[in-house]
Nanobody
Framework: QVQLVESGGGLVQAGGSLRLSCAAS????????MGWFRQAPGKEREFVAA????????YYTDSVKGRFTISRDNAKNTVSLQMNGLKPEDTAVYYC??????????????????WGQGTQVTVSS
């Protein structure tokens, strides 16, 4: 069992930055790849970014490449998402999630076994 708690969401103007954090507790954090997903009103939950078990490999959806950075600190059991150059279309509830496959290559939300409660990110134009 893994418990995940996100923090760091909020309201920001277009072009601004936010940093989301996710604290994990429970079973061995390094056994899991970690990902960030988001869900906008009326839309399906979509993949944003993922990192493998040691943070050496990272993966992004095309719309956030060059603007968002995922990282993890295994000593602190945390994963973060630094979001720069935010756009109104980034507005969504952001979720962190854990995948038993430590490679980090999977993007299908159905593979991610554990989820946080979500944190709201709102970008005004």
């Amino acid at each position: 069992q893994v418990q995940l708690v996100e923090s760091g969401g909020g309201l920001v103007q277009a072009g601004g930055s936010l940093r989301l954090s996710c604290a994990a507790s429970g079973r061995a954090f390094t056994s899991y790849a970690m990902g960030w997903f988001r869900q906008a009103p009326g839309k399906e939950r979509e993949f944003v970014a993922a990192t493998n078990w040691n943070g050496a490999n990272t993966y992004y959806t095309d719309s956030v490449k060059g603007r968002f950075t995922i990282s993890r600190d295994n000593a602190k059991n945390t994963v973060s998402l630094q979001m720069n150059g935010l756009k109104p279309e980034d507005t969504a509830v952001y979720y962190c999630a854990a995948d038993r496959d430590p490679s980090g290559v999977r993007r299908d939300r159905n593979y991610f076994e554990y989820w946080g409660q979500g944190t709201q990110v709102t970008v005004s134009s």
